[in-house]
């Protein structure tokens, strides 16, 4: 990857809807040239794919947690992640260190569904404790 690979990227995450030569008119390069470079990206990987970004709450999804889970001994990553998957409010989940086994991230509707949602993940067989922290404001959101 170069410094030319690295400029498509920007432009990409900054709006991948723009034409190719769109991008091409930014890097110096023709249209077929974009389109070469950004299939190699998406076959080796770089680029996993293109998605609409949606406002949560423009879906009435407005309220937003950052929950830890704390797991019985042998608790696996997959397991982990099998488990989170069946909760649509998760959007979100990750091993970490310290003391929780996993951090999550749950967007709701209010309060309620948030409790509702953390009564399911608690009901997961290996999960034995949950600490919250639900968010007040976002102060960066890059995506």
């Keep these: 990857m170069d410094d030319i690979d690295r400029r498509i990227i920007t432009a990409l995450s900054e709006d991948a809807r723009q034409s190719y030569a769109e991008i091409g008119a930014l890097v110096a ?3 077929p040239a974009v389109k070469r470079r950004v299939d190699r990206l998406r076959a080796t990987g770089v680029v996993k794919g293109f998605t609409a970004l949606v406002d949560p709450a423009a879906l009435g999804w407005t309220t937003e947690a950052f929950v830890e889970l704390f797991c019985t001994g042998r608790t696996t990553p997959a397991q982990l992640a099998e488990a ?5 409010e998760v959007v979100g989940a990750y091993t970490v260190s310290g003391e929780a086994d996993a ?3 749950i967007r709701a509707a209010d309060i309620a569904h948030l409790e509702q949602t953390l009564e399911r993940l608690r009901g997961e067989q290996f999960i034995t404790q949950t600490r919250s922290m639900i968010v007040l404001s976002r102060l960066v959101d890059s995506l």
């Design 29 to 31: 390069l023709s249209a």
């Design 84 to 88: 989170v998957k069946r909760h649509p």
């Design 103 to 105: 951090l999550v991230h």
